[in-house]
């Protein structure tokens, strides 16, 4: 019998999908059991349900004075992984540090667990060649197409791009980011009413259809097909570079709405103050215009925030210093 782990970042949201499917599929079999849930990140017993309530009334309050912000899909309630994991007997494992790469986290799946599968739902630290070798095989749920879609935010970028259509690809985990044979991939199309997020939830309930096919293709050892095509891949760099704008007059009005819809966010220097954007107007010259908050598009047409957050710029700073720290230090474990 195959015994299975499952790794995870997030039990409340897109991923809850998944790990219900996962769990309900092994069910229904003989030859396979979940073993653990890998989570780096846990919540609190009532942490959870604080996070949930405060999306679910964040939401509403928002969409009652903005329309535009109405979300197609509501929040999904957060998975409680303790309780499944009694009713179900698998274990909840939180490696040392966060780091699912830690000797000891390896250790003791080898000898104690021994497990021969594993599936990664949005667990965005990469594996590290000794954690791969516990596994017989490693699949990873990546939200975007391969290998056209490489690497972070992958459902941003196909929007950015104009693509009539959005992917997930449920791929073999290897050395390298996002490069393993596939297995099962699918596609959803997208709209111009569809934020991103929309189209993340709309690409978890594609893909949980697909589980149980997944789960079949594992236990009967099968490899997948290599990747065909060319290869694009987007880093936390590059996410970072498109929706940092420093100076808005350079751009043109389509140009930062199109950014904007397909990032969800986008930090911008206006009149010499930061700002987290997460909404834009044109303005006409016979409306009134806030001369803190407007500027001029590159063609011409003002532009003003209607929703946004004041950030010191230092603050800014020190966040990418200590995101690329992270960064290094986790490399030095590999």
Same mark, same amino acid.
Request: hydrophobic share 40%; net charge positive; proline share 5%.
């Given at each position: 019998?195959?015994?299975l782990v499952?790794f995870t970042?997030?039990t409340?949201f897109?991923s809850?999908r998944l790990?219900?499917a996962?769990?309900?599929?092994?069910?229904?079999?003989?030859d396979?059991?979940?073993?653990?849930?890998c989570?780096?990140?846990?919540l609190?017993r009532? &942490?959870?349900?604080?996070w949930?309530a405060?999306?679910m009334m964040?939401?509403?309050?928002?969409s009652?004075?903005?329309?535009?912000r109405r979300r197609?899909?509501?929040?999904?309630r957060?998975?409680?992984?303790?309780?499944?994991a009694?009713?179900h007997?698998?274990?909840?494992?939180?490696p040392?540090?966060?780091n699912?790469?830690?000797?000891?986290?390896i250790?003791?799946?080898?000898t104690?667990?021994?497990?021969?599968?594993?599936?990664s739902?949005?667990c965005?630290?990469?594996?590290?060649?000794?954690?791969?070798?516990v596994?017989?095989?490693?699949?990873?749920y990546?939200?975007?197409?391969l290998p056209?879609?490489?690497?972070?935010r992958?459902t941003?970028?196909?929007v950015?791009h104009?693509e009539?259509?959005t992917?997930?690809?449920?791929?073999q985990?290897n050395?390298n980011i996002d490069e393993?044979?596939?297995?099962i991939?699918g596609?959803?199309a997208?709209?111009?009413?569809?934020?991103?997020l929309d189209?993340e939830?709309?690409?978890?309930v594609?893909?949980e259809?697909c589980v149980?096919r997944l789960?079949?293709?594992?236990?009967?050892?099968?490899t &997948?097909?290599?990747q065909t095509?060319?290869?694009?891949?987007?880093?936390?760099?590059?996410?970072?570079?498109?929706?940092?704008?420093?100076a808005?007059?350079k751009h043109?009005?389509?140009?930062?709405?199109k950014r904007?819809?397909?990032?969800?966010?986008?930090?911008?220097k206006?009149n010499?103050?930061w700002?987290e954007?997460?909404k834009?107007?044109r303005?006409s010259?016979k409306s009134?215009?806030?001369?803190s908050l407007?500027?001029?598009?590159?063609d011409g047409i003002?532009?003003?925030p209607?929703?946004f957050?004041?950030?010191?710029?230092p603050l800014?700073?020190?966040?990418?210093?200590i995101?690329?720290?992270?960064?290094s230090?986790q490399?030095?474990q590999?």
């Open positions: 019998m195959d015994r499952l970042d997030d409340a897109v809850t790990l219900k996962t769990l309900q599929a092994v069910q229904c079999r003989n396979v059991a979940v073993t653990a849930v989570t780096r990140t846990p609190r009532y &942490g959870r349900l604080y949930h405060r999306i964040g939401g509403r309050i928002q009652l004075f903005d329309p535009s197609m899909y509501k929040a999904l957060p998975l409680n992984v303790d309780r499944i009694r009713q007997r698998f274990e909840v494992l939180v040392p540090d966060q699912v790469n830690h000797p000891e986290f250790e003791e799946l080898k104690r667990l021994k497990p021969t599968l594993a599936l739902y949005y965005l630290q990469r594996f590290s060649p000794a954690l791969l070798d596994f017989e095989c490693v699949v990873n990546h939200n975007g197409l056209e879609y490489m690497g972070w992958a941003s970028w196909s950015y104009g009539t259509e992917g997930f690809t449920f791929h985990m050395e393993g044979n596939v297995f991939e596609v959803v997208t709209r111009p009413d569809a934020g991103w189209l939830h709309e690409k978890a594609a893909a259809k149980p789960i079949e293709m594992l236990v009967k050892h099968q &997948g097909q290599p095509g060319t290869a694009r891949y987007f880093s936390r760099k590059d996410c970072l570079e498109i929706t940092r704008i420093g808005p007059s043109t009005s389509a140009e930062l709405m904007l819809h397909a990032f969800g966010l986008l930090v911008m206006i010499g103050t700002y954007v997460t834009l107007e303005v010259a009134k215009v806030r001369k407007s500027f001029r598009a590159a003002i532009m003003q209607t929703r957050r004041y950030v010191p710029f800014y700073r020190y966040l990418r210093l995101t690329r720290a992270v960064r230090r490399a030095i590999q």
